[in-house]
């Protein structure tokens, strides 16, 4: 969830953000009210700061990172020749040879292989494209595990 949000505040316009202010806000007043021990300002104070600090600093991390992406290496905001434009150029390439692949699948293929991409970076690849409207989610054809997810390039399996 916290990835997803920090998508959104990273790339989506001004509407999107304001019309997802009041879920997260109305989630963190449930995680902080009521007879709740570890609220945040008693978290800091206890044993366990660190632990809280780290967590929420891994928050911050991931909020940056997802905004560096969207600025490129030299903050023009363009998508530059980054690993992570380069790993989803590859899953598009690789959905558009096969008619539909799980992340498994595509992260053995020789194009993503040759980069070293790791699971969590075709799983990012995948998200993103299926947020833009690119890549959904395929049901299992016959002989294909239904335990998996499958997915395939928007208009391909027409």
Do not use: C
Not at 3 to 18: H, P, Y
Not at 80 to 96: G, P
């Amino acid at each position: 969830m916290l990835i997803d949000l920090s998508r959104l505040a990273a790339r989506a316009d001004v509407g999107a953000i304001r019309a997802a202010m009041p879920p997260v806000a109305a989630l963190r007043e449930q995680l902080d009210g009521g007879l709740v021990l570890n609220r945040p300002t008693e978290m800091l104070k206890s044993d366990q700061s660190h632990a809280y600090l780290a967590g929420v600093m891994w928050a911050v991390t991931e909020m940056l990172a997802a905004r560096s992406d969207v600025l490129g290496p030299d903050g023009s905001g363009g998508l530059a020749a980054t690993r992570k434009s380069r790993v989803v150029e590859a899953v598009k390439s690789e959905l558009d040879e096969r008619q539909s692949a799980s992340p498994s699948e595509l992260l053995k293929s020789e194009r993503l292989s040759a980069l070293g991409a790791r699971p969590d970076e075709v799983s990012r690849a995948l998200a993103e494209l299926s947020l833009t409207g690119m890549v959904h989610e395929k049901p299992a054809e016959r002989g294909q595990d239904r335990r998996r997810k499958y997915f395939a390039l928007t208009g391909a399996d027409t």
